[in-house]
């Protein structure tokens, strides 16, 4: 028998997890947030092409600072978003690859609250597009771990890197090769290797979808993000300065969509009507459905000017609007 769920308030407050939600609400959004708590995800979008979760980057600011631990983020995605998949990060429960009881305590979780874990997303673990081939070894070898801990958690996926450090053909080579050998490993667990875009070489979608291709692996593929198209930042880091040169999202997403095993949909802004500022939801949407895409859409809000919470609400509402838009 599955355990019933407390009341909301009461949860989120046993939690201490009433200040994630804190500050000002635009009007529009408190009409979605009133919404969400009364009617299921299922009855609110019945015809749409695609199923929500939730990454768990999303909270990453109140699971950094505390104030949400990480087996809590497991009910907490249920009774405040009434969203039923969800993608971990790794970076919250690093030194607990190989605890099965911890491991354990995830599934139990999951189970007793209906949710299903869909991937891990990996990061630190090292550059499948190492140069050099010690290196690169020894990158593949720390992301075992994690394939076993997908497995063990009924995850289909885990999300890497395809970092490397030199020109684009140098780079695409060496990811080809680390890619081909995780996945090979990776299959005998029936887990898939995707690749998102996330920054220099990967966040160019015909450069990933080659590399993809190349590997020659059915369960090597991508995870297509929204954002993250960044392919030049001024100090030439993934992550670290200025953006300099960025690649088209829209022609990224549809470059990459063919190998998608999973979509991140990004967003950081909103405008009064609640569209995402910087992605077109409409156009983004329209060219996953045309790629046939019916699985899982992960939700990932960074933006700064709502809380998470209210980040994640507002992301929810405009999957659901746009998706049963399109049906």
């Known amino acids: 028998m599955k355990q019933q769920h407390p009341p ?11 200040s994630l939600g804190a500050g000002l609400t635009p009007l529009w959004l408190q009409g979605c947030q009133n919404k969400a708590e009364t009617t299921s ?62 491991l354990g305590e995830m599934n139990k979780r999951a189970d007793d609250n209906g949710i299903k874990n869909l991937l891990i997303m990996v990061d630190g673990e090292g550059y499948l ?56 490993f ?30 020659g692996m059915d369960n090597c593929g991508t ?6 198209f960044c392919i030049r930042r001024s100090d030439d880091s993934e992550w670290g300065g200025e953006c300099v040169e960025e690649y088209d999202r829209y022609k990224g997403v549809a470059e990459m969509m063919p ?13 009064e009507a609640g569209n995402c500022v910087e992605t077109d939801y409409n156009k983004m949407l329209q060219i996953v459905k045309d790629a046939g895409y019916t699985g ?6 960074e933006g700064t000017e709502l809380s998470e919470v209210d980040g994640i609400m507002a992301t929810k509402a405009l999957m659901e609007k746009v998706g049963r838009d399109l049906g």
């Not at 929500?52 to 990453?60: C, K, P, R, V």
């Not at 995870?223 to 993250?228: E, Q, T, Y």
């Open 129 to 184: 597009g190492d140069r050099d081939e010690t290196s690169r070894n020894q990158a593949i070898d720390q992301h075992k771990k994690w394939v076993e801990a997908a497995q063990f958690l009924g995850c289909h996926s885990i999300r890497v890197n395809a970092f490397g450090r030199g020109t684009a053909e140098e780079v695409g080579a060496s990811a080809t090769a680390g890619l081909r050998r995780l996945s090979e």
């Open 186 to 215: 990776a299959k005998d667990y029936d887990i898939n290797v995707i690749v998102e875009n996330h920054g220099s070489h990967s966040s160019n979608g015909q450069w990933l979808a080659k590399v993809i291709k190349d590997t």
């Open 41 to 102: 995800t299922s009855e609110t979008s019945p015809a749409m092409f695609f199923k929500i979760s939730l990454a768990q980057w999303s909270l990453h600011k109140a699971l950094f600072g505390g104030e949400l631990k990480h087996l809590d983020f497991i009910p907490f995605t249920r009774e405040k978003f009434d969203i039923d998949a969800v993608e971990y990060v790794n970076a919250f429960f690093k030194d607990k690859a190989q605890d099965k009881a911890f």
């Open 259 to 271: 190998h998608a095993k999973g979509v991140s949909a990004k967003t950081n802004n909103f405008d």
């Open 8 to 18: 909301r308030r009461v949860f989120i407050k046993n939690l201490g997890l009433l």
């Open 223 to 228: 995870l297509p993000d929204f954002g993250n």
């Open 296 to 301: 899982h859409i992960g939700i990932e809000y």
